[in-house]
C-alpha cells in the first residue's frame, strides 16, 4: 500500500469536513456490486437514451458518479485479481483469462482485501462469479468432493460462486468449496483439452442448440448452450441459465440478512451482462434490444433488490454500495443473441474508443458509482481512480494497517471515493487482452508501441496494439481520436520513463 502513513490525519480531516453530514462510522458495512461487461455507456445515469436503469441511477443521482475510474485491467481475471490483492495484474504471470478447471490463482498466503476487512472486524463475503480460479490442481480438479482451496481460503467466510464465467464448464454452483446439489452417482468430469466419448458437442451436433456460437463457444453443450470446455455428467448440479441472476442475487440477500448486525464486507459479482445473455423471463424481451439489453435490466433489477434490503433491514444509512464493472463493454461475445442487429443507436462505450479486451479508453473506463446516504453528497467525480485502489482506500477508511509490502499498488483515496476531494491518483497503468500496458495521468495517454492485433473481427472491437507509440489528450479528445505522437515526443519520452519506473519497481514493489 502507497501513503500508508497517511492513513490517520486523512481520517481526521474527512470527519472534521463533514459536519453536515451524519458523522461517518469507520466500519460501515461494504458491498460491491460488480457487473460482467457492463460499459461506461449503458446506464441512463450515464447517458444511455435508449435504456433506462432506475435503480442504478438512483443510487447515483443519491451518491458519487465517477467518470474517469477505471478496472485494472480490460478483461476479468485480471481485473478481479487486481482488486482483490491490490497488485497490478501484469506483474504476476498466470493472470489472464482463466479456464473453468484453472488452480487458484491467488494462493491462500496471500494477503487479501477480503482479509483485510477481517482484521477490521468484518464478515465477509463473496456471491456471484468467481473467475479466479479453484482448488490446486491445473486442469484435473477433482469436482466431486470438497475443493482443497478455494475463495473461503483468501478471505471470505462465506462464498456462492460460479466456478468461472457463464460460458465455462463446469456450469455448477460451488458454496464453501463444494459443488451444490450434486448426485454422487453422477459425478463431473472436466477437460479444457478434449471432449468425452459419445458427448454431444456444439461443432457437432448444432441441431441440439438453442443458442448457436458466432466465435468459439462449440464445445459441450450444457441447457441447449454450448460453452468453451468439455464437461460431463452432474446433472442434478448444473445451474439453469434463466435463473443465474435471481440465484444470485438471492444468495447476496441471505448473506446481508444473515450479517445485518455486524459489520460485513459483501462482493456480490453478477453474471449479467456476460455472454451467454439468458435473462429471467421476466427481463426477456423487455428492453426491445434483445438479451443484451433485458440484461441490463436484470442487472439494474439486482441493484434494486440490494438497495431495498438494505432499506428494509434498517442498514442503508450504515453500508457503502459500489457499483461498477470488471471491464468495458462487448456486443457479439461469441453467441449469435442478436445483440448487434439490436443494439439501435446504443452505446455501451459512451463517448470512449475500443471496448473489452481494448488498450483504449472503454476497455477499462467504467461505471463507478458509490452510494452512502447522509455520508456522501451528491457529485459527478472525474478524479482518476482504479478499483485496485479500494483495497488501501477502505483500510484507511477502517484504520487497519495493510502488512508491509502486501496491496503494493493500492493507493489509499478514500476522500477521493468519499467526495471531499476531487484529487485521485497522480498515475494509473492499464492492462489490455494481450497484457499491453498503457499510462494516464488523467489528461495524457500514453500507449507504447506493442505486438499484437489492433482489431478483433469478432467482436468489432479496437483492441489498439500498434507497432507504433500513441499518445491522446484525453481532456481534448476522450474518444482518442487524434494521436499526437509526431508533436509530443517528449511528453512521450517523460510518460515512457515513469511507466518504466512503476513496472522496474521504483516503489520498491516486488517484481514476480
Ligand atoms: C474469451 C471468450 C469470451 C469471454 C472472454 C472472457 C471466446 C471466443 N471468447 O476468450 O466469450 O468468455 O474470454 O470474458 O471464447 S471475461 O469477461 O470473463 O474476461
Ligand atoms: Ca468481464
Redesign the pocket.
Known amino acids: 500500500m502507497k501513503n500508508a502513513f497517511y492513513s490517520i490525519p486523512v481520517i481526521v480531516s474527512q470527519m472534521a469536513g463533514s459536519i453536515a453530514m451524519a458523522q461517518p462510522s469507520t466500519t460501515p458495512n461494504v458491498v460491491f456490486v460488480y457487473a460482467?461487461?457492463i460499459g461506461i455507456g449503458d446506464f441512463s445515469c450515464y447517458g444511455a437514451k435508449t435504456i433506462a436503469t432506475p435503480n442504478v441511477d438512483r443510487l447515483a443521482n443519491n451518491g458519487i458518479r465517477f467518470t474517469n475510474a477505471h478496472s485494472a485491467a480490460a478483461?476479468?481475471?485480471p481485473s478481479r485479481y487486481a482488486m482483490l490483492t491490490g497488485e497490478y495484474a501484469w506483474r504476476k504471470a498466470g493472470t489472464g483469462?482463466a479456464d473453468g478447471d484453472a488452480g487458484m490463482i491467488i494462493r491462500p498466503d496471500r494477503y487479501t482485501m477480503a482479509d483485510m476487512f477481517k482484521d477490521a472486524g468484518y464478515s465477509t463475503g463473496v456471491v456471484g462469479k468467481w473467475?479466479l480460479g479453484l482448488g490446486n490442481e491445473n486442469g484435473s480438479q477433482d469436482w466431486n468432493s470438497t475443493l482443497p482451496i478455494g475463495a473461503n481460503d483468501i478471505g471470505f467466510d462465506y462464498s456462492f460462486i460460479m466456478a468461472a464465467?457463464g460460458?465455462?464448464v463446469p456450469c455448477v454452483f460451488v458454496e464453501n468449496n463444494g459443488v451444490i446439489n450434486l448426485d454422487p452417482n453422477d459425478p463431473i468430469e472436466v477437460s479444457y483439452k478434449k471432449n468425452f466419448p459419445g458427448e454431444p458437442t456444439g461443432k457437432d451436433n448444432p441441431e441440439l442448440l438453442t443458442m448457436h456460437p458466432s466465435?468459439?463457444?462449440n464445445q459441450s453443450i450444457v441447457n441447449g448452450i454450448s460453452r468453451?470446455g468439455y464437461m460431463k455428467g452432474g446433472k442434478s448440479a448444473l445451474w439453469k441459465d434463466d435463473e443465474i441472476a435471481k440465484t444470485l442475487t438471492g444468495k447476496a440477500i441471505d448473506y446481508i440478512e444473515q450479517h445485518k448486525d455486524q459489520p460485513f464486507f459483501l462482493y456480490f459479482a453478477t453474471q449479467d451482462a456476460?455472454?451467454p445473455r439468458v435473462p429471467s423471463a421476466e427481463f426477456a424481451g423487455k428492453s426491445g434490444m434483445g438479451p443484451r439489453g433485458d440484461c441490463l435490466l436484470e442487472f439494474d433489477w439486482s441493484v434494486g433488490q440490494i438497495a431495498e434490503t438494505l432499506q428494509r433491514l434498517g442498514i442503508a444509512e450504515n453500508t457503502i454500495i459500489i457499483i461498477s464493472s470488471?471491464?468495458g463493454p462487448v456486443v457479439d461475445?461469441?453467441y449469435k443473441d442478436q445483440s448487434v442487429e439490436m443494439l439501435g443507436d446504443h452505446t455501451p462505450w459512451g463517448e470512449y474508443r475500443g471496448g473489452?479486451y481494448s488498450i483504449y479508453e472503454a476497455g477499462t473506463r467504467v461505471p463507478c458509482i458509490w452510494y452512502w446516504p447522509n455520508h456522501i453528497q451528491p457529485a459527478v467525480s472525474d478524479a482518476l481512480l482504479c478499483q485496485i485502489d479500494w483495497f488501501a482506500s477502505f483500510a484507511q477508511m477502517t484504520n487497519t494497517q495493510i502488512p508491509e509490502d502486501k496491496a503494493p499498488d493500492s493507493e489509499a483515496l478514500i476522500d477521493t471515493w468519499l467526495g471531499k476531494t476531487k484529487k485521485g491518483r497522480d498515475w494509473l497503468v492499464l492492462q489490455n487482452a494481450q497484457n499491453n500496458l498503457s499510462i494516464t495521468d488523467g489528461r495524457w495517454k500514453y500507449i507504447p508501441a506493442a505486438k499484437g492485433p489492433s482489431y478483433n473481427k469478432?467482436v468489432n472491437i479496437e483492441i489498439g496494439n500498434s507497432e507504433k507509440p500513441q499518445i491522446y489528450d484525453l481532456r481534448k479528445d476522450a474518444g482518442e481520436q487524434k494521436d499526437l505522437s509526431k508533436k509530443q515526443s517528449k511528453k512521450m519520452h517523460e510518460m515512457q520513463q515513469q511507466l518504466d519506473l512503476i513496472v522496474d519497481g521504483r516503489y520498491g514493489l516486488p517484481l514476480y
Open positions: 460482467d461487461d478483461t476479468s481475471t483469462i473467475h464465467t460460458d465455462r466465435h468459439g463457444h468453451i456476460h455472454v470488471d471491464n461475445d461469441g473489452k469478432h
